[in-house]
């Protein structure tokens, strides 16, 4: 059975940092592109960054660019999100998606882990 | 705001068919499949639809999806109380090099 479980949330100050994991299990990660998805409070999803297989390709949305990073280290099955220069409206729930072997659709989300950037 | 338009409200009643729309451009849906996500209720998002028109194992054949030129649409017959919950479409951008969602539509089962 495919598992992606988040951590690494919590609350931090504006201009703080954080880096967020997701651990993979039931699938050999090494396969697979993956992607960081969040949503603010009440709002809808927003897609943060994507990463293939062997980390050769990465792409990040523009609110976050030059300012998170995403990495995995296929060995031990993880995906992360380095998260720096924190503001106020990075505050949301940070989603690892799986994407199938293509990179064309996420099959697979955890269930999430939620930052909140406050002073 | 986001670059690919959805209504942000639907609604039907029980075994009534809606449809969903999601407008994009040339540089998004006009070149790349589309794919929808339903999120029920205080849980993660779920594919429903990829590549335009497919179904993962398990979701049934009463939700289906298709696309034309810059628009993508997800139809949903047979309406039922369980499929109340927030609809997105998703498509990458050449332009951006970015994935692309709709803002949402809330499906609402009178």
């Known amino acids: 059975e495919v598992q992606l479980v988040e951590s690494g949330g919590g609350l931090v100050q504006p201009g703080g940092s954080l880096r967020l994991s997701c651990a993979a299990s039931?699938?050999?990660?090494?396969?697979?592109?993956m992607n960081w998805v969040r949503q603010a409070p009440g709002k809808g999803l927003e897609w943060i960054s994507y990463?293939?297989?062997?980390?050769?390709?990465?792409y990040y949305a523009d609110s976050v660019k030059g300012r998170f990073t995403i990495s995995r280290d296929n060995a031990k099955s993880s995906l992360y999100l380095q998260m720096n220069s924190l503001r106020v409206e990075d505050t949301a729930v940070y989603y690892c998606?799986?994407?199938?072997?293509?990179?064309?659709?996420?099959?697979?989300w955890g269930q999430g882990t939620l930052v909140a950037v406050s002073s | 705001q986001s670059v690919l338009t959805q209504p942000p409200s639907a609604s039907g009643t029980p075994g009534q068919r809606v449809t969903i729309s999601c407008s994009g451009s040339s540089s998004n849906i006009g070149s790349n499949i589309v794919n929808w996500y339903q999120q029920l209720p205080r849980t993660a998002p779920k594919l429903l639809i990829y590549?335009?028109?497919q179904r993962p194992s398990g979701v049934p054949d009463r939700f289906s999806g298709s696309k034309s030129g810059t628009s993508a649409s997800l139809a949903i017959s047979g309406l039922q109380s369980d499929d109340e919950a927030d609809y997105y479409c998703a498509a990458w951008d050449d332009r951006l090099n970015a994935w692309l969602f709709g803002g949402g539509t809330k499906l609402t089962v009178l």
């Open positions: 990463i293939t297989p062997g980390s050769d390709k990465i």
């Open positions: 590549s335009n028109n």
């Open positions: 998606a799986k994407d199938d072997t293509s990179g064309w659709y996420s099959d697979y």
């Open positions: 039931g699938f050999i990660l090494s396969n697979y592109p």
